[in-house]
């Protein structure tokens, strides 16, 4: 199922964000499948499947962008990160989110990364994360498919901030027999074409020349990237690392918040209400 457009945004204002040169900071990713966190001082990814728990007993607490079960999101990331928090530390948190997550998504998320005992907590679209992770050139518009194991999302971003998005509810996890890579090509397609008709401007169309940024599971299949170009007739660069590209570029953000004390927001980047 694809959703409608979401509305072109109203400039929002931006508190200014904490800073501290010592503080913990926490980069995290909850996907339907896999939660990926990054923590400063770190070299590595933290890479798990979103579970509950480990064993028989695990249950999934996000499913297709939803947080379902606040409470096992919340247990999941006090058994992956509690143990590796300083005891009297604060984190900064910097969270990547759905697209069209909303207000809600932004609720629950607050709800439950609070185990962590957040200094404070800011999102950042997964769109926004991929194009900071892939170094791109946000003084022009981009056009970045994210295809997930459970959530495909497709976002126009125009100085860095969203402008149209649209999502459906498929993913790399839904392949098999009868379900071949070409249901996910079709749907991408088929939002990429809805948002060009749809656009009273030239920036879907001006994003789309330039060439779509790829990133998510199905960025590791080729056939998936070179399927999409070929039907959208424009190039499809894969980001590096697609895979974990939210989390690092939700990292990359986190480090610049720790260096720069004066900086006062960067579009699409919120505090969760």
Known sequence: MTTAPSPRPVAARHRPWPWCRQCTGIALDLGSARTRAWMSGRRSILDVPTVTAPGDSA????????????????????????????????????????????????????TAVEVLRPRTVLTVPT?????????????????????????????????????????????????DGLTPPARIIDAVVAMVTAMLDQDRTSQTLDALRRGA????????????????????????????????????????????????????????ITHPQ
């Open 59 to 110: 249950t999934h607490p996000v499913q297709r962008g939803t947080i379902v079960d606040t409470p096992g999101t919340a247990r999941m990331l006090n058994r992956l990160l509690g143990h590796r928090l300083p005891r009297f530390g604060r984190p900064l948190l910097i969270l990547a989110t759905p697209v069209l997550g909303g207000l809600a998504y932004r609720a629950e998320a607050r």
């Open 127 to 175: 769109a926004r994360a991929v194009a900071m992770a892939a170094d791109a050139d946000l003084t022009h518009p981009l056009l970045v498919l994210d295809i997930g194991a459970h959530l495909t999302e497709v976002t126009l971003l125009a100085d860095g901030a969203v402008t149209d998005a649209r999502h459906t509810a498929l993913g790399t996890g839904d392949l």
């Open 213 to 268: 940024l790829l990133a998510g599971g199905g960025a590791l299949q080729p056939d998936v990237t070179y399927a999409l170009s070929r039907r959208l007739r424009a190039p499809v660069r894969s980001v590096p690392a697609p895979h974990t590209a939210a989390v690092r570029g939700a990292a990359r953000l986190l480090r610049a918040a720790h260096a720069h004390p004066s900086a006062t927001g960067i579009p699409g």
